[in-house]
């Protein structure tokens, strides 16, 4: 078992492969329990156990306490740090049902979807959009966004995820945000460059490959234009575009 600044990780002592890896809020050394792995940093004690008994120890808790939401967000996040998707997909629609009833909580909104945003590191790219628990996620982070700008980072998000392996989607979810106004409008943060939603969104449609149809929206036309005026007008507008 070995401790790494975000995780730790588990290797196979004959073969050297990783065989499991658990998230892990910051790193110290390790112990490894029968029934717990704990983690002691200089300032703190982490204590992480089993998924099965976790899960099962907070289902009880929430069937003493259904009216505790804290308890619903508790189990939502167990489920995205251990890859449990369809758990994920029903206790985070359980979190906003309730917050939809009790609004004071929207802190818990901020919470899953940071949970969900975190989550997409481990997402296979190819199934994303293609298993009903991968497009259950999807939909999920888009309820859970309330503000253009959080809408606007997780069309991002998903975008990038899959733009390797289904350009043609990446594609329809940044002119998506071209055509929306709120989204063209937020403002998102990359490398410390502040920029409007239009501006990323033009900006990762202008570096796509030639052998892609990109459809010009940003110029009053319904045909398609050849890739290379589409190219030059996206730069034309980068570099003419004072919302950076």
Known sequence: VVPL?????QIDAESGDVTKTLQITQTGNVLLTETQLLVASPTRLDAYTAFDRAEQALQERI??????LALYMDLASLAARGSNDQLLV????????????HPRHEDLRNRLLSDLMS????????????TSQSTGIA????????????HLEVELALADRVREVNPDQAITQWIHIL??????NAWHVENDIHARGGTWARQRLSAMD???SVPLT????????????????????????NDV
């Not at 600044?5 to 990780?9: C, E, F, K, Q, T």
């Not at 055509?179 to 063209?184: G, K, R, S, T, W």
Request: no cysteine.
């Open 5 to 9: 600044s975000d995780r730790v990780i």
């Open 210 to 212: 030639q052998s892609r």
């Open 218 to 241: 940003w110029f009053d036309t319904e045909e398609d234009a050849p890739i290379n005026i589409e190219l030059a007008a996206a730069r034309s507008n980068l570099r003419q575009n």
């Open 119 to 130: 989550s997409l590191e481990r997402w296979n790219p190819a199934s994303i959009e293609e």
């Open 90 to 101: 029903e206790s985070g629609n359980n979190v906003l049902d309730r917050i939809d009833e």
């Open 139 to 150: 939909t999920l982070m888009r309820r859970a966004a309330a503000t253009p700008k959080q």
């Open 179 to 184: 055509n929306q106004e709120a989204l063209a």
């Open 63 to 68: 069937a003493a306490r259904p009216e505790r």
